[in-house]
């Protein structure tokens, strides 16, 4: 059973925006805290950003601080991920995650993640 998908993923130059969401199919899914992975080949998946179960409270990467904001959909079981000033380095398979526990802050980076989606591919040119 699929329970997250992710879209909106693609091509785009660097300095451009773009908007990946993803959808949960239990609604479940508002009351976990949710975040959001990366993964380029031939490395390891990294923490990109996380928001609570609220809202009330995001986590970001160094990397990203301040291009990237994370937010929570208004049915609770959508999370997008909008992404500004795309560098090529952002070139990943991004995934959303869910985790059963709540966390604030930095925690929401460290907090075990129980459910995964299959991943969008964005890819940013030079």
């Known amino acids: 059973q699929v329970q997250l998908v992710e879209s909106g993923g693609g091509l785009v130059q660097a300095g451009d925006s773009l908007r990946v969401s993803c959808a949960a199919s239990n609604r479940a899914f508002s009351n976990y805290a949710m975040g959001w992975f990366r993964q380029a080949p031939g490395k390891e998946r990294e923490f990109v950003a996380a928001v609570s179960r609220t809202g009330g409270s995001t986590y970001y990467a160094d990397s990203v601080k301040g291009r990237f904001t994370i937010s929570r959909g208004n049915a609770k079981n959508t999370v997008y991920l909008q992404m500004n000033s795309l560098k090529p380095e952002d070139t990943a398979v991004y995934y959303c995650?869910?985790?059963?526990?709540?966390?604030?802050?930095?925690?929401?980076?460290?907090?075990?993640?129980?459910?995964w989606g299959q991943g969008t591919q964005v890819t940013v040119s030079s």
């Open positions: 995650a869910a985790s059963r526990r709540d966390a604030t802050f930095q925690a929401l980076g460290v907090i075990p993640y129980d459910y």
